[in-house]
């Protein structure tokens, strides 16, 4: 946007060379900041484009790294059921034999009270 006029008093002080000169100037300096705004926007435009990407790459690892985290998960999950039928068959096993040991103890207890009572009544009745 040109500068139109100059107003009277200035273009006085300044003279006629003066006045054009200071037109250019603002001229020169209002394209200057026409420049700076067009490197602006072509900059600004540059890192939007270069944030897109960097987000997708960011959006790419973050699905990789959920994948991955989703893989170990079940992994551990599976592991951690093998583990615990690991576990539950080493319990049933102990209770069983811990069955077996109270049966035989049970059955030496009886054996060794029908003795103790065969031997009671054979003292008796002799």
Same mark, same amino acid.
């Given at each position: 946007m /040109?500068?139109?006029s100059v107003p009277k008093v200035l273009r006085n002080k300044l003279g006629d060379d003066g006045a054009e000169a200071l037109i250019r100037f603002?001229?020169?300096?209002?394209a200057a %900041?026409?420049?700076k705004e067009e490197i602006i926007e072509i900059v600004e435009e540059?890192? !939007?484009r270069r944030l897109s990407e !960097? &987000? $997708?790459k960011l959006r790419v690892e973050i699905a990789e790294m959920k994948a991955e985290l989703r893989n170990e998960m079940a992994q551990m999950r599976s592991e951690l059921r093998d583990e615990m039928a690991e576990m %539950? /068959?080493? &319990?049933? /096993?102990?209770i069983a034999q811990s069955q077996a040991d109270l049966i035989k103890w049970m059955f030496i207890f009886w054996v060794g009270q029908i003795g103790v009572l065969v $031997?009671? &009544?054979f003292a008796f009745f002799k």
């Open positions: /040109a500068i139109v603002f001229n020169d300096m209002q %900041n026409s420049q540059k890192f !939007e !960097e &987000l $997708g %539950n /068959a080493n &319990l049933l /096993a102990k $031997g009671i &009544l």
